[in-house]
């Protein structure tokens, strides 16, 4: 639907964002100037104790220090009622007493139509239940109380039966008078191909609504009662309603409970109903399928964490595991999944049945994230006594994680599993390593912490690398500063840009939370004191972004090359000081592979650097060095090169 000009406007200058906002959160009144606008709070969208949350009610923005939300008065409302856009203008538009405008005729057309079929839908769930209540359902009836269904909770999620019989719910509609495309287009009825009249889409089965997050019905989803039958569940076919990848059973309640309690994802309807029941209202499950991509951001919409809860069989756990490879290039910083492993051979009905909610709740709690997930597909069950098995995983573990396209969340998987993957090899270490001693020095002391002159070469590269990236990040933000229009563009990050200085700290946060955008505006908010700073190393006042106020596009340029180069730079010193702490165990093919990208990572950090010419290669891959870079990898690498003599061995 599109909105008039202007609409938008009057809806704003209706509204007071401080209001909406005061709806939700408590003011810090020590910290809030409520006449200049200017209110503050802990954030509502993480746990938190400090105002970091700060609203402009004059601009009519918010903007955290802590998790870095940000936005107006219409994401505002989509993120804490978890709606879309237009619902949110909808319910801001009621609050403020404006009409809503007329849609266009086509889009009239097409919401009547779907009205029409949600209608036929709603008389399709009246006659399932009243089906439920016949003699003929006794058998349906008898399996839902052995599943401890009583008829409260029967009226509660409207469960019906579809009764046996080829045109028992067609019949019914149609002497009601409901058109029979209509029948047809909401998947009811499939048309007969030898000429007879449509038959039902669902026969002698138990019957359960599937509502979308407005609360109307748009499929049905149908237990067999015949065990013989070839589909146990059912669902509707796709319709103009129903799309089975972008629906969840229970999706309305669900959104409404979520927040403070977790989003719990079930495999079935029964375990859904059987969660809420027992006091997990925040339930949902995909239909019959496997958790699609439109799902994961459905579920995201409602819990920056929600957790997976399937079956403990092998194909609840196959599941799961297919779940790791659809979310990894999905995850962002704050969007994330967990999973709740089922005891095997049972799903969460049997547990809260045997055990009762408690049990439950304690498996929630001990849900685990992602990465040690996808840790436990790559090695449970697998033996890795050879460098060969152990570089396969490391390739395994390497091609899972390059999934991911968040560069801070890479780094982030990259630790834990070097975490890991150092738990796992040590203790085989421990059994099997022996230490290294010069000929002859059995039983005297080896000391390998005395200082010498490649320790303090090392310690003198850190120092000249940490200037570097120092300098790198002050190029970065002076050339924002100096090119404001640009910010919009690297604001992503900007807000992954990990910085050294403090000055450089609130120059950075200051981009991103001016709201005009300007350089003034930026030096109001973070003050002169650390733009004078930022400004007054001299590589950063020739840097051509800085240098050249009128050159946009060489800004972008000199942002992105430095942005590039600094995180290569990290990257790789982040995988040698990984490769320096496993050294003290035996070197594996892993471990080669690790050194190896280090060095091609940081050669291409400095591929671009301009002013010296003189270079060094590295091998075939042809990436190149230039002399302050050689020496300080040099440097870095002399500590932990166990190429030579045997040294990998020493400890």
Same mark, same amino acid.
């Given at each position: ?57 004059? %601009? ?32 801001? &538009? ?60 029967? *009226? ?67 237990? &067999? ?78 819990? *920056? ?44 009905? *049997? ?97 390998? &912490? ?161 002013? *010296? ?30 190429? %030579? ?7």
């Amino acid at each position: 639907m599109s909105l008039p000009p202007g609409f938008l406007d009057e809806l704003k200058s209706r509204t007071s964002l401080a209001q909406v906002v005061g709806r939700k959160v408590t003011w810090d009144q020590r910290k809030s100037n409520q006449g200049k606008g200017d209110l503050w709070s802990p954030c509502p969208f993480h746990q938190e104790k400090t105002a970091s949350f700060h609203v402009d009610d004059r %601009k009519g923005f918010y903007y955290c220090f802590g998790c870095h939300a940000k936005g107006d008065l219409f994401s505002f409302v989509r993120e804490t009622e978890n709606v879309g856009f237009m619902e949110a203008v909808e319910i801001l &538009a009621r609050e403020a007493g404006m009409q809503m405008p007329a849609r266009d005729p086509k889009a009239q057309e097409k919401a009547d139509r779907r009205t029409q079929l949600a209608e036929v839908m709603e008389q399709a769930v009246s006659f399932f239940r009243l089906q439920l209540k016949t003699g003929g359902a006794a058998r349906a009836r008898d399996y839902l109380a052995g599943r401890g269904l009583e008829q409260s909770v029967l *009226d509660r999620w409207e469960i019906g039966f579809a009764p046996p019989g080829w045109q028992n719910l067609w019949d019914h509609l149609a002497g009601k008078g409901v058109d029979e495309e209509l029948i047809l287009a909401a998947g009811l009825a499939k048309a007969s191909t030898k000429g007879k009249k449509p038959y039902d889409t669902f026969r002698d089965r138990i019957m359960f609504p599937i509502r979308d997050a407005r609360g109307r019905a748009i499929a049905f989803g149908g237990r &067999a009662m015949d065990p013989d039958d070839s589909a146990k569940y059912l669902n509707s076919p796709e319709t103009e309603l129903f799309d089975k990848g972008r629906s969840l059973y229970n999706h309305g309640p669900a959104r409404e409970a979520s927040g403070a309690r977790p989003l719990i994802v079930a495999e079935g309807y029964m375990d859904v109903i059987a969660l809420s029941e027992a006091g997990f209202p925040a339930t949902v499950a995909p239909l019959g399928t496997a958790v699609t991509e439109d799902q994961l951001q459905l579920l995201w919409r409602m819990h *920056d964490e929600p957790i997976i809860a399937l079956d403990g069989d092998k194909a609840g756990l196959r599941a799961a595991m297919r779940v790791i490879d659809l979310a990894l290039p999905l995850l962002e910083a704050g969007k994330a999944l967990r999973f709740c492993l089922m005891p095997e051979g049972q799903d969460p009905d *049997d547990l809260i049945k045997a055990q009762g909610p408690g049990a439950m709740q304690k498996l929630i709690d001990q849900s685990i994230p992602l990465v040690q997930l996808l840790w436990r597909r790559e090695t449970e069950g697998k033996n890795f006594d050879s460098p060969e098995r152990k570089a396969a995983l490391d390739r395994e573990l390497r091609d899972a994680i390059m999934k991911l396209r968040d560069p801070s969340l890479r780094r982030h998987y990259g630790e834990e599993v070097n975490r890991l993957r150092r738990t796992l090899f040590d203790g085989a270490r421990t059994q099997q390593k022996t230490k290294w001693q010069p000929r002859g020095a059995r039983g005297a002391r080896f000391d390998v &912490a005395k200082p010498t002159v490649e320790t303090k070469a090392s310690s003198l590269a850190a120092t000249n690398a940490a200037f570097d990236e120092q300098l790198k990040e002050a190029v970065i933000l002076a050339t924002l500063v100096t090119h404001p229009n640009l910010i919009e563009d690297f604001e992503a990050d900007l807000e992954r840009l990990e910085t050294t200085q403090a000055a450089h700290e609130t120059v950075r946060r200051a981009l991103i939370g001016a709201q005009t955008r300007s350089r003034d505006e930026i030096e109001r908010v973070c003050g002169a004191d650390a733009l004078e700073k930022l400004f007054q190393p001299r590589h950063v006042r020739i840097s051509p972004g800085v240098r050249n106020v009128e050159d946009a596009e060489m800004a972008a340029m000199s942002v992105a090359e430095e942005l590039a180069k600094l995180a290569a730079r990290r990257g790789a010193r982040s995988e040698i000081e990984d490769a320096a702490r496993d050294i003290h165990g035996l070197a594996d093919e892993g471990l080669t592979w690790r050194l190896r990208q280090a060095s091609e990572g940081l050669a291409e950090a400095g591929k671009a650097r301009q002013g *010296d010419k003189t270079e060094y290669d590295l091998g075939a891959n042809g990436a190149r060095m230039n002399r302050d870079e050689k020496r300080d990898f040099e440097a870095l690498i002399e500590r932990i090169d166990y190429s %030579k003599g045997g040294r990998g061995e020493r400890s």
